[in-house]
Structure formats: C-alpha cells, structure tokens
C-alpha cells in the first residue's frame, strides 16, 4: 500500500485536552486523530473529505514542561460605545468584544518529532509545499518537514509497535500503555462537531506476532508477556524501518470518521 | 438513561448514581432513582459537610451561594439538577459526552474545568458554553458523591474498565455516606498524598476483581480544583502493565512478601494508614519504567536508601540486606522484571543461571572475598576484572569458567530492547539470585555482606 511519509521535528508542542479549559491546560503525550486531521488540511489548504483518509504515526518528545500562558479570555461586549473610564480613556467606539488577559497553565512537550503516514499518497505533493504555515499543537508550535517520500508499506504476520497510538481494541492483544479519550474528528460541516474516541498510547516497544509452536512448550511464567493473536493477523509494516526480532515497525492506519 | 461515555466526570457520576440506587450498571437505573439521588443531591449539597468540599468542585452554583435568593435557587435546580425532566433543548446541538439532544449550555459552576459564564474561548461559532443533556449533566452534578477530598482537592478514578470506575465509585460513596452520618462533623475529612490514595483503591479492588480477570486495564486518577484563580487538574495514569504486575504480585503466589514489602513502605507515623500516611513504594510507581533500577535496588534488593532531609519520616532509609534476607525473592524479581520492564525470558534466564553459578561457586569454594567485591563494585572496570580473574582462577583449577564471553555480554552488555538497563542493575539482579540461594542453603549472608558504612552502587541515593 503506497503511502506519503512524512518525517518532521519541531521545538514545542502541546496538545490540549478539549474538556479542560481553565486554570491548567494538560497536554496529551500524543497527538489527537483530530490534530492530525487538521494538520494534513493545513497541508492540502482545504477542508477535505475524512473519508477514505487515513494516517499513522510515530510520535517521540524529549520531556514535558509547563509553561504560564496569557490567555485573552473573551466575551461579548455590549454592542454599544464603552462608557466607563479606564485609565482614564473614554472609548468611543462600540464594544463588540472586550477580554481580559488571563494566565493558565501549559503543559508542553519538547522537542516533538514525528514520522506521520498518510494515505492516499497522491497527496505528497501537499507535503512538499504545504499550503499554510507547518504547525503541530498551537500556532506557535512550528514543524519542519525534513523529508517526505513515497513508500510502499508491506503486509508481514509480524511486527512491532511502539511510540504510536493504537485503536483500543488493541489493549487487550498489546496488554501495555494508557488509554484516552481523544478527539477523533472535528465536523467543520457541522459547526465544529466533535467526535471522541478511545485510543491506547503506547509508548515502549511490543511485538506482535502469531503463537509459535515453541511458546507453547513453554511455562506460562517463562513466556513471553504479549498474548499474541490466536488466529493469523497481517501488520502493515515500514519495509524501511530497523529490524528487530525478525519484525519491522507496524504503522497502525486510522481512520477519522469510519 | 444512563450510560457510561468514557468521560471521567460523566461516568464516575453514573458509577456514583448506581452504587447509590445500589444497582450493578448505569443501565439498570429508572426514573425512581435518578429522582432519588437528584433529591439526596438538593438535600446534601447545600450544608456541611459537603458544602465546604463543594465550594472547590462548583463554585458559584447554587449549591454554595447563601445569598441566592429561593426562586432563583429553585430555577438553578430545575435547569441543573433536574434538568432529565424537562423538554427543553438547545436547537441542533448535541450533547458532548453522549450524542443525545443537548438540553443547555453548561460553564464552570455546573461543570469544573470549564470557562466561567460568557468566555468564547475554546468553544465553537463563539457560542459560548458547552452544550449538554440533562441526564450527562446529572451525572456530573453526582460525580462529587463518587469522589473523595484530597490535599484539598477532588480526586475520582476512572477507567477503561468499567468495573472499576464502578468499584473506585462505591467505595468512595460508602466512605461519603459515613461522613454524612456523622452528626458532628462539619468539615469534609481530607485525605492527604493523592498517589497512596489512588494505589491503595487500585489494590482494593485489585483483591476482589482485577485478579480474576483476563487481562488489566489502564487506571487514570484525576486530582482536581475548580476554586477561583487556583483552577488546577492534575492526570495520573497507572499503565495496564503496572496494574498487571500489582495484581500479580498481591496474588496467592507472592502475597506473603509482596504484603511484607509494602507494609515496610509505609511513612513511619503512629497512623499508617492511606489518607493519613504515604507509603513510598506505592509512590514510586509512578516513575516506573523510568526508575526501575533503583525500584529494584530499594525495594527487592533491601537497600539502605539516603533519604532527603524532606522525608524524616522515610522508612528506605532503614532497609538493610541482612535483617531483610527472607524479602529476597528471585521469582518475584522476574516477574517485575518481565511485566514492568518488558524484558526478554531469555535475557532473564540467563540472569538466573549466572546467580545460581555464582552462589554455587562460592558455596563450593566459600570465596567470600568474591561476594564482597561483587557486592561493592561499582565501576564497570572493577566488574569485568573481577570476573575474569575468578573465571581465569577456575579454569587453572581445571574446572570451566565462572562466566563465558556472550553470556557476559548478554547480560551485562546487551540494552537493545531496553536501553535503561545497565549494568549495575543487571548486578544487582545477579546479586538477588545469589543471596536466595545462598539464604535457602543457610549461608551466613551476613558475614559476607560489607560494612554498613558503604552504600552500594550509591544509585539509591537521591540527588
Ligand atoms: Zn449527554
């Protein structure tokens, strides 16, 4: 299956976790399906299509810091010209908005770096000059794209994962990691309707593969601790990856909306 | 009505609501109880003690306002607590959490985390507010009832595991209901160090669930303040690889020394108890894989640790080898191994075997020079030295060496897989092998221990 690789690094970036909004803004170890999706829009410079879009990724940080961030907390003004005095000017304009600055919290993560796939692959040419400024996180998280490529992604019966975000259906096969709710698409046709799903975060690496003969002769103590799949099961693995106990790197292909 | 929709505030409130009607899912509940619990909520929320504990969950509501007048007190409940009863909707919107028609738009004082009355940030359309249905914003207004106060904050545990958000729920609901009982008590106990809190549930309900099941599930703790200017949530996830090893180890197999390793974890206060004390190990979970080698050193290798000036109270610092011989367990060694450090049986294997050569060498030879400066290394130098001279010793004697070339170089040598592994942690797993043989075979560990004034590896000390 042919899809764009992209590999990309940056300074910062945070991911905010939508629910909550005041005093502190915790960021996920990863980013959300919904970033990723805005993310390639940003790229092609549209709103596209979700269906029939798919991605995965590895994604790694050097450390999780905070930050004090001034948010303009903004509401509704009156409509009508500010009468009161502040610091001594009269503004004669009518107020349609009126904020106040605010800080909050960030956490942030350092350092990201990220090797995003994403199909269909007619889309490299996106990623080779993406149209809108190359962002991950917030605005001010800027990302640079160091190599895009097409790749032809291979079916193995084995494979290791790790670093990445799986579906979490997986938890019980991987038996690693935490899972989240994580926004999984944002409708832009639908007034910014969110969609939420669970995803497990795994971060050390578990390989996958089917039971062996040996494994079973082996002690339930003495075995290894993944329960791999009873029934044959095919990975999608990066033929350019390292090897490592026979498997290449699995990427996990998601998709937004199916 | 109620349904679980994966968000902790929602489902811990629907976990609450159902421990309350005493019911086994949120599915199972009818319009009796949530009346019921809507009205134990009216008649709870509004005075001590959970009023004052209130005050840091819904600020501003009408719970903890005294100055709102009846009528508009009695328009806050409708539309808030009461809200399942109504019709009323806002136009083409869904609730967040479940998908149904959303009723109103919530802010800060009906749900915590979010922004006070008016601010658009954060929402779509600049429509300030999120929207949401009754039956959600029940839940939310419940979730208190399932939550438990620490270090002035709220603490609730929520999971993937349904089973256990439920379980985590009740017991905090029971523990609720026997404060509201109290006639004397006007103020919400407090139960300080949120991380012991959080372990001990997990253990909890680990004893008369988890350990029955299949496979463990990722536990998150969410510690949270929605008071003023001091709005605050902190996250802690407990990875299913780390409950896994927990009800493993707390299990029939191990429950003897496991239990006798936590208990000696405990804050050394006359009140060992969680909520009163914190116990060391339990916290030290948290930094788990990151600082397995010095888990592995304090805790199942029994060393001395230097505690900080901060913890007088810090039991590590009083662990010691030789008083400690029978808390020694290889097996249970290996399965940390195994399920928190993801390593290979291979490379485990090979660790045992080198620890049951070691001990017969030196019960066979009573080399306990060999022990000692085995014990004592601490440059990478010293140890290879080391074992080439006694390997090189053995073979003059005509008999094979102590340690050949690649099992020297998977054990001490070989992080691929895992490059947090050194080889002072791979010592120190040898070294655990070694003083269970050499215990069970009634050698006398303490001869061949070092003096007290050296601190092995000086890995425990915190910097
Ligand atoms: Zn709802």
């Given at each position: 299956m042919q899809v764009v690789r992209v590999e990309m690094e940056g300074l910062t970036t945070s991911f905010r976790y939508p629910h909550f909004m005041w005093g502190r803004h915790p960021t996920f170890e990863m980013p959300p399906p919904a970033t990723i999706y805005g993310h390639i829009c940003s790229a092609v410079g549209e709103w596209m299509d979700p269906i029939g879009l798919r991605f995965g990724y590895t994604f790694t940080h050097e450390g999780k810091g905070e930050d004090l961030e001034h948010v303009h907390a903004i509401s509704p003004g009156t409509g009508g010209p500010l009468r009161q005095r502040k610091r001594g000017v009269v503004f004669a304009e009518p107020v349609n908005i009126q904020g106040n600055v605010n800080p909050l919290t960030r956490e942030f993560l350092f350092r990201p770096r990220m090797t995003l796939y994403v199909s269909p692959a007619d889309l490299a040419e996106y990623f080779r000059s993406p149209r809108y400024p190359t962002v991950l996180g917030r605005s001010q998280d800027l990302m640079s794209y160091r190599r895009v490529e097409v790749v032809d992604l291979e079916r193995a019966p084995r494979a290791y994962y790790e670093h990445t975000l799986l579906p979490w259906e997986m938890q019980v096969r991987v038996r690693r990691g935490v899972t989240v709710l994580m926004p999984r698409y944002v409708d832009?046709?639908?007034?910014?309707?969110?969609?939420?799903?669970?995803?497990?975060?795994?971060?050390?690496?578990?390989?996958?593969?089917?039971v062996e003969e040996r494994q079973e002769d082996l002690d339930e103590e003495e075995r290894p601790v993944i329960r791999y799949e009873d029934e044959a099961m095919l990975h999608w693995v990066d033929p350019d990856s390292p090897e490592y106990k026979g498997a290449k790197r699995g990427v996990w292909l998601h998709g937004f909306t199916e | 009505m109620l349904k679980f929709t994966r968000h902790p505030f929602v489902d811990v409130g629907a976990a609450a609501i159902t421990a309350f009607a005493g019911k086994s899912r949120p599915e199972d509940l009818s319009r009796q109880d949530l009346d019921e619990v809507a009205d134990f909520i009216e008649r709870h929320y509004t005075r001590d003690p959970l009023k004052s504990f209130l005050t840091a969950i819904f600020p501003n509501s009408g719970y903890v306002q005294p100055a709102m007048k009846p009528e508009k007190f009695a328009a806050f409940l409708n539309r808030y607590l009461y809200g399942y009863r109504n019709e009323e909707s806002v136009s083409g919107l869904r609730?967040?959490?479940?998908?149904?028609?959303?009723?109103?738009?919530?802010?800060?004082?009906?749900?915590?985390?979010?922004?006070?009355?008016?601010?658009?940030?954060?929402?779509?359309?600049?429509?300030?507010?999120?929207?949401?249905?009754?039956?959600?914003?029940?839940?939310?207004?419940?979730?208190?009832?399932?939550?438990?106060?620490?270090?002035?904050?709220?603490?609730?545990?929520?999971?993937?595991?349904?089973?256990?958000?439920?379980?985590?729920?009740?017991?905090?609901?029971?523990?609720?209901?026997?404060?509201?009982?109290?006639?004397?008590i006007t103020k919400y106990p407090d139960q300080k160090y949120p991380r012991t809190v959080f372990v001990d549930q997990v253990l909890r309900i680990s004893e008369d669930y988890l350990q029955g099941q299949e496979h463990s599930p990722s536990i998150t703790l969410y510690h949270l303040t929605n008071y003023g200017t001091t709005a605050d949530v902190g996250i802690l996830y407990l990875p299913s690889q780390i409950v896994e090893f927990l009800s493993i180890a707390s299990s029939a197999k191990f429950g003897r020394i496991w239990g006798e390793i936590v208990r000696r974890a405990w804050q050394k206060v006359d009140d060992a108890r969680p909520g009163v004390a914190r116990n060391f190990l339990y916290e030290d979970l948290f930094e788990l894989p990151e600082r397995a080698a010095r888990f592995v050193q304090i805790y199942f290798l029994r060393q001395g640790f230097r505690a900080s000036a901060r913890f007088k109270d810090d039991p590590r610092s009083g662990y010691?080898?030789?008083?400690?011989?029978?808390?020694?367990?290889?097996?249970?060694?290996?399965?940390?191994?195994?399920?928190?450090?993801?390593?290979?049986?291979?490379?485990?294997?090979?660790?045992?075997?080198?620890?049951?050569?070691?001990?017969?060498?030196?019960?066979?030879?009573?080399?306990?020079?060999?022990?000692?400066?085995?014990?004592?290394?601490?440059?990478?130098?010293?140890?290879?030295?080391?074992?080439?001279?006694?390997?090189?010793?053995?073979?003059?004697?005509?008999?094979s060496p102590l340690i050949g070339f690649d099992e020297f170089i998977t054990i001490f040598e070989e992080g691929e897989e895992l490059p947090r592994i050194d080889w002072r942690l791979a010592r120190d797993l040898v070294l655990i092998r070694m003083i269970e043989r050499l215990h069970q075979e009634g050698k006398m560990i303490e001869e061949l221990t070092p003096e007290e004034e050296e601190v092995p590896g000086g890995e425990a000390a915190e910097g």
């Open positions: 832009y046709s639908r007034g910014r309707e969110p969609a939420f799903e669970r995803y497990v975060i795994l971060q050390n690496r578990v390989v996958l593969r089917p | 609730c967040v959490y479940c998908g149904r028609e959303a009723s109103v738009r919530v802010f800060r004082q009906h749900v915590p985390m979010l922004t006070g009355e008016g601010i658009l940030n954060f929402f779509p359309r600049s429509a300030p507010g999120l929207p949401v249905c009754g039956f959600c914003l029940l839940c939310i207004q419940a979730f208190p009832l399932g939550a438990t106060k620490s270090s002035g904050r709220t603490l609730i545990i929520h999971s993937d595991d349904e089973q256990v958000t439920l379980r985590a729920a009740k017991n905090f609901f029971q523990d609720n209901l026997k404060y509201l009982n109290m006639r004397d010691a080898l030789e008083r400690e011989l029978n808390l020694v367990s290889w097996d249970l060694t290996a399965m940390f191994l195994r399920e928190v450090m993801e390593m290979e049986a291979e490379r485990i294997k090979a660790i045992r075997d080198l620890g049951d050569r070691f001990s017969s060498y030196i019960s066979k030879t009573n080399d306990r020079r060999f022990f000692r400066d085995f014990y004592r290394i601490d440059k990478y130098g010293q140890l290879r030295g080391l074992l080439i001279k006694a390997s090189n010793a053995e073979v003059r004697s005509g008999r």
